[in-house]
C-alpha cells in the first residue's frame, strides 16, 4: 500500500523567494526543500566550500607534491562503479596534467572483491616499475589489512573514501600515510555527502594549490581543474548522494558545461550512445542514462572499459567504447529481467500463513554477482522492504548487496548484526543507503533473522508503509512545456528531490504499450494531457488520483509536455 502526503511548504519563505525574483513555481518547490534565501542557490565556483576545510586535503597535498617532485610511481585503485571510475578519471586527468607518473589498477570484483585488500596490494606491486604511492579512490576506508600489506612493502598509501568504516570497531581506521574523508572521525567537514568522485576533485584542488606554492607551474601551464567538473557531476549523481548545497554547486558546474558542449570525449559519447539531448543535459541524464551504462562495465565484465572512456582524448576511441558500454547495459538489462522473475518466484513461494516481515534476503544459485545490487533495490522500490540480494561468490563464500528504505542507516544495521553475533559476517561496509557483505552460504538463515531482528528494532510499522511525498496539485497553467523545461534546468537529486505533484483526472484513453507500460489521456479542468506510467500494465477506473512529475517527451522532433506517473489508484 501506497500513502500519498504533501510536502510542508513555508508559505513565508516561498513569499521572499517570489519577492527575490524567483518564478511562482520554483519559489513553491525550493522553499517545500527548506530553502529561505535565494543566495542558497547559487552554484557560482565560488561558493564551494574550500579544500582546507577537508581533513588531510593539505596533507595529501604534500605528500603528492614530494611524490611529483621525486617523480615517483603513483598507482590509483579504483572502485568497479561509476563514482570509482569518474574518481579514477579525475585523479589520472589532474595528476597527468601536473607531470605526475600515475596509473591506474582497478580490481575485477568477482576475482578481488572490494577495496584495498592485500591481494590488490600484492598486484599493485608485482607491477613495472614498482609503486611508491597507492592512491584509493571510492574505497579505503575499511581496507586496514591491505594498508598494513603496502606498508609491509614499503609502498606509501593515500585513503581517499567517503564511505563509514565497515569493520567491527567503528573507529578502527587503515593505519595509512593520509586518510581523506568526510565522514572520518575528526572531520569538520560541512558536507558530509560528498561522493568518492568530490573527495578526489578536492584533493586535487588542495594539490594545485600546493603546487603554486611550490612554484611549480613556473616552466608548465597551470591546468583548470573546473575542466574536470562533468566527471564529477557525473559520479555525484550515480552515486546517489544527498545533493546539499555543496554538491548542487558541483552538479550544477558539471551540467553546465555540458549543455555548452565543453566536456570530456568520454561523457559525450556517452550522451550520443544513449540517445540523450546534451543542451537540456539534466540529473535525469546522468543517473539514468550515462552512470547505468558506465556501471554495466563493473557489473558485467571490468570498469577498466569505463575509466578507458573517460580518460581517452581521442572522440573516436570513445564513442567506440561507448557504443560497448551500452551493448553491456543491454545484457544487464535482460540479466536483470531474469533474475527479478526468479525473485518473484522465490517471494510466492512464501508461506501464505508466514508472519509478515519487516526485511528481505533473497538467494539464488544461479543469480550474477554484478546485478544483484539492481535487484535489490528494485525489490526494495517493489515491497518497500529493505532488502539484500546475494549470489555465490568465487571462493564459496556469498556476496550480498542490500538497499534500504527511509528510516534504516543500512551500514549502522549491518554493525548491530555483526556485533550481536561474532563472527557471522566475514565483511561488510557501505552507507545508509546501500551496503555490501560477505557470509558463509550455510549462515545465509541465521544472517536473514539477525537482520530482520535488527530491522524490526529499527523501524516503526508506519515505516514499512510506502510513503510518497508530493509537491501537491498542480494549477493547469502551470502543467505545460515551459514549465517542464523549467524544471528540466533545475538540479534534483537525493535528498533534494524532483517535484512530485498529485491531483485527480478524469481517465480518456488507455492502452498497454509493449506489454508492460501504461500510456494514458488524461484530462483536468478541461485540458488534455499525455500520460505514462512505466512498468505498470494493469487497466485503471474512469477516475484516478495520481503523483506524476512533468516530463518532456521529444517525438520526431516535436515537444510536448507529458505526465510521468509515479503512482495511481482509484480517486
Sequence with gaps: MTRLVTRRLPLKASLMLEQQGLPPLLARLYAARGISRREELDTQFSALLPPTLLRGAEDAACLLADAIAAQQRMVIVADYDCDGATACAVGLRALRSFGADVAYLVPNRFEYGYGLTPEIVQLAAAGQPKPHLLITVDNGIASVDGVAAATRLGIATLITDHHLPGTQLANELPDADVIVNPNQPGCGFPSKALAGVGVMFYVMLALRAELRRR????????????????????????????????????????????????????????????????????????????????????????????????????????????????????????????????????????????????????????????????????????????????????????????????????????????????????????????????????????????????VQTQLSPADLMRTLETDGALETGHMSLESARLLQAQIWGQGFPVP?????????????????HLKLTLSKNGVRFEAIHFNFAESVPGRIRAAYRLAVNEYNGVANVQLTLEHLEPA
Design 215 to 454: 612554484g611549480h607551474f613556473a616552466a608548465r601551464p597551470e591546468p583548470n581543474l573546473a575542466a574536470l567538473l562533468d566527471l564529477v557531476a557525473l559520479g555525484t549523481v550515480a552515486d546517489v548522494v544527498p545533493l546539499d548545497r555543496n554538491n548542487r554547486i558541483l552538479v550544477a558546474q558539471g551540467l553546465a558545461r555540458m549543455r555548452e558542449g565543453r566536456m570530456q570525449p568520454g561523457i559525450q559519447a556517452l550522451f550520443r550512445a544513449a540517445g540523450r539531448n546534451l543542451e537540456t543535459a539534466s540529473t535525469f541524464d546522468l543517473g539514468f542514462a550515462l552512470g547505468p551504462r558506465l556501471n554495466a562495465a563493473g557489473r558485467l565484465a571490468d570498469m577498466a572499459l569505463g575509466i578507458e572512456c573517460l580518460i581517452t582524448d581521442d572522440p573516436a576511441r570513445a564513442l567506440n567504447i561507448a557504443q560497448e558500454l551500452d551493448a553491456l547495459n543491454r545484457e544487464r538489462r535482460v540479466i536483470e529481467a531474469g533474475m527479478q522473475e526468479e525473485a518473484h518466484l522465490l517471494l510466492q513461494g512464501v508461506a501464505a500463513d508466514a508472519p509478515p516481515c519487516a526485511s528481505l534476503a533473497l538467494f539464488d544459485p544461479a543469480w550474477h554477482q554484478g546485478v544483484i545490487g539492481i535487484l535489490a533495490s528494485r525489490i526494495k522500490d517493489k515491497l518497500h522492504r529493505p532488502t539484500f540480494a546475494f549470489a555465490r561468490g568465487q571462493r564459496g563464500e556469498l556476496k550480498g548487496s542490500g538497499r534500504a528504505i527511509p528510516g534504516l542507516h543500512l551500514r549502522d544495521a549491518l554493525d548491530l548484526v555483526a556485533k550481536r553475533h561474532p563472527g557471522l559476517l566475514l565483511h561488510f561496509g557501505g552507507h545508509a543507503a546501500a551496503a555490501g557483505v560477505t557470509l558463509l552460504e550455510n549462515d545465509l538463515a541465521r544472517f536473514a533473522q539477525a537482520f530482520e531482528e535488527v
Design 500 to 516: 512530485l505533484f498529485a491531483d485527480e483526472f478524469a481517465v480518456e484513453r488507455q492502452r498497454i504499450l509493449k506489454d508492460k
